[in-house]
């Protein structure tokens, strides 16, 4: 079986791509890029959209209608090197009319995952499957209100309908929470609030991954992701939750917590409120390569992680150089990896990296990713007492206490 092709060549770990051919992730990538293909979901011709290649030098951009979606995304503020404070603002503005082959959508996921035509479950597949058929506007503007008076215009989104900035805050104090609303004309929808939270340039921070670190996404079997994405409850992996809460006890309340992800955007809404009933808020850090495509959830979570993982550490170094970083990851994809390329890059950030060895991995077939060479030549150059493999995540609070102390 053959890879797609942008990931021939790519850093990702061989592991990855043994995955993709021996689980079958090819056939499954392949029915659902039909699937997608048949909707046409592609954008009409038009002066906004060719405007849109632009980004923010737009100079035309477009305002919010009383038909789209918009997404807000949660932040968190610092200092820059002059000491005032910023924070990234991330939107995404969508048409909400989706797609007449929505329906058609829902049955073959519902298929694929082994649901009987008509099952109950299927109303939970159109819940979450709507933000994968929703069609991205680019060149749009949001308009926000920020705290209690200070007015920000975030945009014009590129060709994605994502737009992605650096905005100058109000003073706050560290570790305090100021929640903002979009402006939109009456009958607008998506997710109109978010929070910001201040962090001192300072003391500790948490960097985490999702699937099959805190939640049960099954991410080496494509079946497994598609149905715990779309038919599943979303489930906390057994005593990771009371090992979050300990670390928050641990380091300070002002200690930011930035969840990243390999799952694409379209699931922000899914995993946020995911991580807000089991976990510390924090910000959310996904990839947006796989707007209006489906089998791109397939691509996003099994491969290139290790390089997009770096890209986005290298980023939050830039915000954070001064802080202490704790990095939490699993054996089943490039988080060892990535935090040890990354530790070998600024090895005065990161203080403790802590990996869960998924226990069930032999069963389905990778048992070459708990492989004790596996973590020994990802951690090369690490030292011993920095990283730690374990399967209970109760031995972790030892772990944590002594490096924090």
């Not at 060549?9 to 043994?18: G, K, Y």
């Not at 954008?43 to 477009?62: A, D, E, W």
Request: proline content about 6%; aromatic content about 10%.
């Amino acid at each position: 079986m053959s890879l797609p092709s942008t990931y021939r060549r790519s850093e990702s770990s061989m592991l990855e791509h043994q995955t993709w051919c021996n689980r079958g992730f090819e056939p499954t990538e392949t029915s659902l890029a039909n699937m997608v293909k048949a909707q046409g979901l592609v954008q009409k011709f038009k002066v906004t959209h060719l405007l849109s290649y632009l980004g923010r030098l737009n100079p035309i951009p477009i305002g919010v209608s009383k038909t789209d979606a918009v997404w807000l995304f949660d932040n968190v503020a610092f200092r820059s090197p002059n000491g005032l404070w910023q924070a990234e603002f991330v939107t995404a503005v969508f048409d909400a009319r989706i797609s007449t082959k929505f329906v058609e959508a829902v049955g073959d996921i519902a298929e694929k995952v082994g649901l009987s035509k008509g099952d109950k479950q299927e109303k939970t597949i159109e819940q979450r499957i709507t933000p994968f058929l929703m069609e991205v506007l680019p060149g749009r503007r949001v308009d926000i209100k920020f705290g209690e008076s200070t007015e920000l215009r975030l945009g014009p989104g590129g060709r994605n309908g994502i737009s992605s900035e650096l905005k100058k805050l109000p003073d706050s104090s560290a570790g305090s929470v100021l929640n903002s609303v979009a402006e939109v004309p009456s009958g607008a929808g998506g997710l109109l609030k978010m929070t910001t939270f201040y962090t001192e340039p300072e003391g500790w921070a948490v960097i985490s991954d999702v699937d099959d670190t805190i939640k049960i996404t099954q991410t080496s079997d494509p079946v497994g992701i598609l149905r715990s994405t779309f038919v599943a409850d979303p489930t906390p992996i057994a005593g990771m939750p009371e090992l979050y809460w300990q670390i928050k006890d641990i380091v300070t309340p002002s200690a930011p917590w930035f969840y990243l992800s390999a799952s694409p955007y379209n699931l922000y809404p899914f995993l946020r409120d995911f991580t807000h009933r089991y976990y510390p808020r924090g910000q959310l850090i996904l990839r947006d390569a796989s707007w209006m495509t489906i089998p791109g959830l397939l691509s996003n979570l099994t491969l290139g992680t290790q390089r997009y993982k770096v890209d986005r550490m290298k980023k939050l170094y830039e915000w954070l150089p001064k802080k202490k970083m704790i990095c939490i990851g699993d054996s089943t994809q490039s988080d060892p990896e990535a935090y040890g390329e990354m530790y070998r890059k600024h090895p005065e950030w990161i203080k403790l990296i802590l990996i869960r060895k998924v226990a069930d991995i032999a069963a389905i077939g990778t048992e070459a990713k708990n492989a004790a060479k596996r973590f020994e030549d990802a951690f090369k150059g690490v030292p011993r007492e920095v990283w730690h493999v374990f399967e209970d995540p109760a031995e972790c609070r030892e772990q944590v206490q002594k490096v924090v102390g």
